[in-house]
């Protein structure tokens, strides 16, 4: 049974760019969640999306975007991109009506 | 607003001893708690949860303790091994349907000592 799983594992953007990263959810699973996580700090909720809706938003800007596919895969979309966009990206996913959430490896985001 | 602190930012421990790791959190709106391991370059890794119905729950070698009275969490490790070195952080996660975002605290350094 594969786990959480993303891609790509690393990515260098220039400042002003956009990237996409994706992420394919645990089997059984159809909730995403996407975090980013700065060094030394603990994750920070982005969005989480269900049905291919995005259900709840935390405290980023527009420039942070998503998409959840009918096979319930899941993109994130980061516009013009900012120094402070640096992070590990980490997507979350969980099965309908679970508690538990379980996160892929992550995909490591450098801006230059 | 809500939010999860950490006491101890690093701690050591000698193998084979146990391990107590403690979070203070602040919401207490929030309905279930997580705790995950973070190795290097990896995401962080399911180890235990508890809801706030409970006050204990155990799993293998490692036991959760939640005190809503103080808002306080923590995470014993029993007979602690090498691989258990890594950050640690505790997770809430706020009340209701559909409120599924997970508030973590900046972690604890677990290092075990051989």
């Known amino acids: 049974d594969a786990g959480v799983t993303q891609s790509p594992t690393h990515l260098i953007k220039t400042r002003g760019q956009q990237v996409t990263l994706r992420c394919s959810p645990k089997s059984g699973h159809d909730t995403v969640s996407w975090y980013q996580q700065a060094l030394g700090q603990g994750p920070q909720f982005i969005f989480q999306?269900?049905?291919?809706?995005?259900?709840q938003r935390g405290n980023f800007p527009d420039r942070f975007s998503g998409h959840q596919f009918p096979n319930y895969s899941s993109e994130l979309n980061v516009n013009a991109l900012l120094l402070g966009d640096s992070a590990l990206y980490l997507c979350?996913?969980?099965?309908?009506?679970?508690?538990?959430?379980?996160f892929g490896p992550g995909t490591r985001l450098t801006v230059t | 607003g809500e939010s999860v602190g950490l006491h101890l930012p690093t701690l050591s421990v000698q193998e084979g001893d146990n391990s107590i790791i403690n979070c203070a959190y602040s919401?207490?709106?929030?309905?279930?708690f997580i705790w995950y391991k973070q190795e290097s370059g990896k995401g962080p890794q399911f180890i235990i949860d508890?809801?706030?119905?409970?006050d204990k729950r155990q799993g293998q070698r490692v036991t959760v303790l939640l005190n809503k009275t103080v808002k306080h969490l923590s995470l014993q490790i029993a007979a602690t091994q090498p691989g258990d070195s890594a950050v640690y952080f505790c997770?809430?996660?706020?009340?209701?349907?559909?409120?599924?975002?997970?508030?973590f605290g900046t972690g604890t350094r677990l290092t075990i000592i051989p």
């Open positions: 979350a996913t969980r099965r309908g009506g679970g508690y538990e959430q379980y």
């Open positions: 508890i809801r706030s119905n409970m």
């Open positions: 919401n207490s709106a929030s309905d279930y």
């Open positions: 997770a809430e996660k706020g009340r209701g349907f559909g409120n599924e975002k997970l508030t």
């Open positions: 999306y269900y049905e291919e809706e995005e259900r």
